[in-house]
């Protein structure tokens, strides 16, 4: 049997007008930067492929930061509770790892430190942002 959720008649932003959505993009942008100035010129395949440490854990950061978006823009477009709920969590879980791989990056690595700490700030941002966005949703649901 097939489960019918119900619909809600609220106007909403597209998703890339969302706050939280753009502020995701800003940390992509951010941990693509400083993967660059680690790394130097290396793909994300060539890094996590890489017996380097730092390396890898640059890979991790910037698939990790990659993967926001697409989950708000998923939690944005489903009626599906279950699929908002673990996409939310997810996306909750990307954020302490984002948060964890910067405090290895600054453990090895301490010519990026301006920019590790401007990324840090802009993940505590982004942190207080989806926790709005995210209460927003439930108080929908």
């Known amino acids: ?5 119900p619909t809600y008649q609220i106007k909403r932003k597209p998703v890339n007008e969302l706050a939280v959505y753009k502020k995701a993009i800003e940390l992509f942008t951010l941990s693509r930067e400083l993967v660059h100035k680690i790394a130097e010129d290396k793909g994300i395949l060539e890094l996590g492929r890489s017996k380097d440490r730092l390396e890898k854990l640059s890979a991790h950061m910037l698939s990790t930061s990659l993967g926001l978006a697409p989950r708000i823009a998923m939690v944005e477009s489903t009626k599906d509770p279950r699929v908002r709920i673990d ?5 909750q879980h990307a954020t302490g790892s984002l948060k964890q791989y910067c405090d290895h990056l600054e453990s090895r690595n301490s010519s990026s430190g301006t920019l590790l700490a401007k990324l840090r700030t802009e993940i505590d941002h982004f942190r207080n942002l989806q926790s709005r966005w995210a209460g927003r949703l439930c108080e929908l649901n």
């Open 1 to 5: 049997m097939k489960k019918v959720y």
């Open 87 to 91: 996409s939310l969590r997810a996306i």
